[in-house]
């Protein structure tokens, strides 16, 4: 089943002084239920720009999104509408937790914001167990500054679950990881769309990552999206920018 489609998406920024800078030139992707898919591509090509346009935080200039086969209006294409309407969840570069908010209270506020009328016990228990999901609930008291790195993902993570999103986007989620903490993050990843039936798009120029989650992978490079291609695949590519990105992670076939 089809979980998340997009066609002929364009997008450029417009900044005042300067010529138009075309990120997205017809973007197109089917990206299937329970299906994996990484966004891999050089900084600045517009990887992030394109799962905030997935997520309703920017508008497309043109094209068609399609969430579980329902078609987002462009018109009323919001961060709010996307995650209630289409059930998608963003968890940003950053973790973007609220620093003044215990991790417990960081975690219950989707839910307490757009379930005012759930109860305090029943909250409690819906936190504890993403909390417990992500392996994080040793940390529920704890403040965001106090928290690793490798933390502070997982709680992000739990935060977006918590409205119990069909379609999970994630920027650079292992980035400024050690390898320990990227293994165990991408394993628990892989685990929530088991449990939940959830898709997952990840941008990511970690291209191991792809081989660990069998995920298959689309190249952005000048505006252009490439089809999506498996591990073995991408390995043979032959276009000099997917080569690049296979060297720099010193990536062979074995
Ligand atoms: N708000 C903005 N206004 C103008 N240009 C931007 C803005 N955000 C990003 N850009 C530019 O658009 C390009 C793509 O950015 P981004 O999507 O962040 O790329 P990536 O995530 O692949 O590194 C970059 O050249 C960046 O400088
Ligand atoms: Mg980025």
């Known amino acids: 089943?089809?979980?998340?489609?997009?066609?002929?998406?364009?997008?450029?920024?417009?900044?005042?002084?300067?010529?138009?800078?075309?990120?997205?030139?017809?973007?197109?992707?089917?990206?299937?239920?329970?299906?994996?898919?990484?966004?891999?591509?050089?900084s600045g090509q517009g990887k992030s720009t394109l799962l905030r346009i997935l997520a309703g935080l920017a508008q497309p200039r043109s094209g068609q999104i399609f969430y579980s086969g329902i078609q987002s209006n462009l018109h009323t294409h919001t961060a709010l509408n996307v995650a209630l309407?289409?059930?998608?969840?963003?968890?940003?570069?950053?973790?973007?937790l609220i620093s003044n908010l215990r991790v417990f209270d960081n975690v219950a506020l989707p839910?307490?914001?757009?379930?005012?009328?759930?109860?305090?016990?029943?909250?409690?228990?819906?936190?504890?167990?993403?909390?417990?999901?992500?392996?994080?609930?040793?940390?529920?008291?704890?403040?965001?500054?106090?928290?690793?790195?490798?933390?502070?993902?997982?709680?992000?993570?739990?935060?977006?679950?918590?409205?119990?999103?069909?379609?999970?986007?994630?920027?650079?989620?292992?980035?400024?990881?050690?390898?320990?903490?990227?293994r165990s993050l991408l394993a628990l990843i892989d685990n929530q769309r088991y449990l939940r039936h959830a898709t997952i798009i990840m941008v990511t120029h970690d291209l191991p990552i792809a081989k660990d989650l069998d995920a298959r992978v689309c190249f952005l490079h000048k505006g252009k999206l490439s089809d999506p291609m498996r591990h073995d695949e991408f390995l043979l590519a032959q276009e000099e920018h997917i080569r690049e990105l296979v060297e720099e992670m010193d990536l062979r076939p074995t």
């Open 85 to 96: 309407e289409h059930k998608v969840a963003f968890v940003f570069q950053n973790s973007a």
């Open 111 to 182: 839910i307490r914001y757009h379930q005012p009328h759930r109860t305090d016990e029943s909250i409690r228990e819906q936190v504890n167990g993403l909390l417990a999901s992500m392996m994080v609930e040793e940390y529920s008291g704890h403040f965001p500054y106090a928290l690793s790195a490798g933390v502070l993902r997982r709680v992000a993570i739990a935060r977006a679950l918590a409205m119990e999103p069909r379609i999970l986007l994630m920027d650079e989620p292992t980035t400024g990881l050690d390898t320990k903490s990227r």
């Open 1 to 42: 089943m089809e979980s998340v489609t997009f066609k002929n998406l364009s997008f450029a920024y417009h900044e005042f002084g300067h010529e138009p800078r075309t990120v997205l030139d017809n973007a197109s992707l089917v990206v299937n239920q329970m299906e994996i898919v990484c966004i891999a591509g050089q």
